[in-house]
């Protein structure tokens, strides 16, 4: 899943569940021939699916893959055995060890995948042809727009920092040891 393009998942996504299945519309962000007036919450919720999905899956595929070799990295390590010596239980060391050495790496990735989202959605909303800031920035792009991309520029970029000072501070939270500012106590 990591080394799929972005938009092949997109068009792989909306052949299964738009064509084959049906259950999910094609594309677009509100249904062919609706005002936009009558559009409701839920049609637009039903539009937005398969992006979202797109986008998610292409993000997660990543730091699963690294969580889960992080985690065998733990399994086999010294400390894991002794604690398996000493008697613990198989859910004990994975929540006491595994889980505690590999959340941190986990958050870190999570948030600093937020900048590849941006980069994703210009692609995913083009094979679905749904309006976001990815197609407004290539718009913009394109047209000379110099006013709209550099908004959209600041906007993302505030989105990513927000992401990882959120990412910090919970690293924070769940590792106490790691404060700002090198406090030493």
């Not at 064509?19 to 637009?44: C, E, K, M, N, Y």
């Not at 699916?49 to 065998?72: D, N």
Request: glycine letters at 10%.
């Amino acid at each position: 899943m990591a080394s799929i393009p972005v938009f092949w998942l997109a068009v792989l996504l909306m052949m299964v569940f738009a064509v084959w299945l049906q259950v999910l519309p094609i594309g677009l962000s509100v249904p062919i021939g609706v005002d936009a007036a009558d559009v409701t919450f839920a049609d637009r919720l039903q539009h937005a699916v398969l992006p979202a999905v797109t986008l998610s899956m292409a993000g997660v595929a990543g730091i699963a893959l690294h969580t889960r070799e992080k985690m065998a990295d733990v399994m086999a390590s010294d400390y894991v055995l002794f604690a398996r010596a000493r008697g613990e239980g198989e859910r004990a060391i994975v929540r006491r060890h595994g889980v505690r050495n590999v959340l941190l790496p986990a958050i870190t990735l999570q948030f600093a995948s937020i900048s590849e989202i941006f980069g994703g959605s210009v692609l995913v909303e083009q094979v679905f042809s749904y309006p976001g800031i990815g197609q407004a920035a290539v718009a913009a792009g394109l047209g000379g727009d110099v006013p709209l991309l550099l908004g959209i520029t600041v906007v993302s970029a505030a989105i990513v920092f927000a992401g990882n000072f959120i990412a910090d501070i919970l690293c924070t939270v769940v590792d106490p040891r790691i404060r700002l500012g090198g406090m030493q106590k």
